[in-house]
Structures are given as C-alpha cells and as structure tokens.
C-alpha cells in the first residue's frame, strides 16, 4: 500500500460522513482531492508540519465534530512537539492519522529518520498519548477508522505518490467552503 491506497481507505470510510478532514501540504492533499473532494476537506496549501496542529485546535474549538488530520511521517518530524500538545490537551473528537511512508514524498522521496532508528508510535507514547495505534495493511486500517475515536493512528506504507493534478481551488476558496461546513465565520481578508 502506498499513501494514496490508504487516503483511498479514509475517503471510504469517512467521505460521507460529516468528519471535518485537514489533509497536509503536497501530495496527501492533491491525491485527497483527486479521491473525493469535499467541502469539509482543508487542504493544507502551506505550513509544513502544521496538519496536526490545525487538527487539533479545530477539535477543541468544534467538540461536536469529528475531526480527522492527515499528516506525513516528515511533518510530524518537524513538529513533534504538536504530540505532547495533543497529548495533554486530548480531545475525544479528534484522530490523527500519520501516513509513514519513511520519506519526505513531496519533495522526492528522500528518506526520512523513520526510515532509520526513529519509530513514531514510541513517540506518541513518549509524549503522552494515550491511544496510539499502527497499522501496515488495507484490512488493519479499515479495522481501526471503524473503532478509533481519537488518538493517534500511524499508517505505515510504501513510498510512492500518485500522478494527480494540482489542486484548481483558490486558497480563498478551500477556506471558505471549509469554514461554512465547519459552521466557523469566515473573517474575508
Ligand atoms: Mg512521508
């Protein structure tokens, strides 16, 4: 399974729900918007290894929503300290799921240190988190967006991105149809 196989699982499973959904920078957004585009999915046009974060002020913000941020092995990396945050605020409404594919896939598959030593789960538990899960196949991942409220889900995959095409909405766009299905005002700048 590579990233796209596992968003293809997620959009399944979640799509028609009314699950708000930060997909992160790059290819996890484009291939999100290529699977099913909705209005409830932000794609994260900018901000490196903010997916997590903005996932989880939106939780604690909407405590009625479910809300899903996609994030990469690479983002997490750059912000780990968004984990111990998530950790010590935990909000039952909100699951992270990382896609560890062990590379920085949108700037061209180099390696990342999940390739190596550094194992995210451990992580997650070292900062806190109390529901943390890994899974590595089609089945494990159905198995645990069924029963997983919160927490953390690390999705171990292959690298490899999917051929998809640019994203055509405007990020005023993506915003704004973002905040009216997360019933958010929308402050136009
Ligand atoms: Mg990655």
Do not use: W
Not at 18 to 41: C, M, Q, V, W
Not at 45 to 69: F, N
Not at 83 to 96: E, F, R, S
Request: charged fraction near 25%.
């Amino acid at each position: 399974m590579i990233r796209y196989g596992a968003l293809e699982i997620l959009a399944e499973k979640e799509g028609d729900k009314d699950t708000l959904i930060i997909a992160n920078i790059g290819f996890p957004s484009k291939e999100l918007h290529e699977i099913y585009d909705r209005k409830a999915n932000f794609y994260m046009l900018g901000s490196m290894g903010l997916s997590s974060s903005i996932g989880l002020g939106l939780a604690l913000a909407r405590p009625e929503r479910k809300v899903i941020a996609i994030d990469g092995d690479g983002s997490v990396l750059m912000n780990m300290g968004s984990l111990a945050t998530i950790a010590n605020q935990h909000p039952d409404n909100y699951l992270l799921v990382i896609i560890d594919n062990g590379a920085y896939g949108s700037t061209g598959n180099q390696i990342t240190a999940t390739a190596g030593l550094t194992d995210l789960k451990k992580v997650a538990l070292g900062a806190g988190v109390q529901n943390v899960a890994m899974v590595s196949d089609e089945s494990g991942l159905k198995k645990k967006l069924d029963t997983m409220e919160n927490g953390v889900l690390i999705v171990k995959t292959k690298a490899g991105n999917k051929k998809v095409p640019v994203i055509r909405l405007c990020p005023e766009d993506i915003i704004k149809r973002f905040m009216e299905k997360s019933a958010l005002p929308f402050h136009s700048r």
